[in-house]
């Protein structure tokens, strides 16, 4: 009984571990947007303000129509706009942090079922017990998007499989330990 019990747990904790390698990569996507965007619209501000604070002495001295040059200066302002309202609709910093709170609720309850299984003198109730909270636990938080899962599921098992192929080519430079694991596998025949 007791060793069923742990067989479903491990199963659960793969699943963990899967959602928590999908909601990390989420989080850095989200985040790293977040940042470009904001980099990009303060950059844009800048350039706007100069742009506009600018003599019309100054483009011809760099040999702009000043005219066309301010067309052009216009025209990128709306875009920036566009932009602005876009970012600020998606609200990308928010998106990521719900991505990272997910995250470590699912790292803490990797936690909890790595001790209870590391520990052979868990009894069979709280294994049990434990099965139940994850279970309840993981209808609590963010799910991974529908559109998403499949490339965060096979990223994750890329992730775990070049991880094990690291640890067999220790002391190889890293950058060869990938050119070598992906050729590998771009060569190797599909698994049924």
Known sequence: ??????????????????????????????KRRAIISEILLMGSAIILTIS????????????????????????YSIIALVIIIIAW???WRSIALTHGQAREKLSDLKLECRRALSDDSTPTERLEDLCKQCSIKQTEIEPIPENK???????????????KY???????????????????????????
């Open 1 to 30: 009984m007791n060793e069923g019990i742990r067989g479903e747990l491990e199963k659960i904790l793969d699943k963990i571990d899967q959602r928590i390698s999908g909601h990390s990569r989420l989080h850095d996507r989200y």
């Open 52 to 75: 506009g604070l600018a003599d019309d002495k100054y483009y011809a001295f760099l040999g702009l129509d000043p005219v066309f040059t301010r067309f052009c200066f216009s025209l």
């Open 89 to 91: 609709k998606i609200d």
């Open 149 to 163: 899962f499949n490339t965060l599921k096979a990223w994750h098992l890329k992730k775990k499989e070049l991880s």
């Open 166 to 192: 690291t640890s067999n080519n220790a002391g190889k430079p890293y950058w060869l330990i990938w050119i070598s694991f992906h050729l590998s596998k771009l060569f190797s025949k599909p698994k049924s």
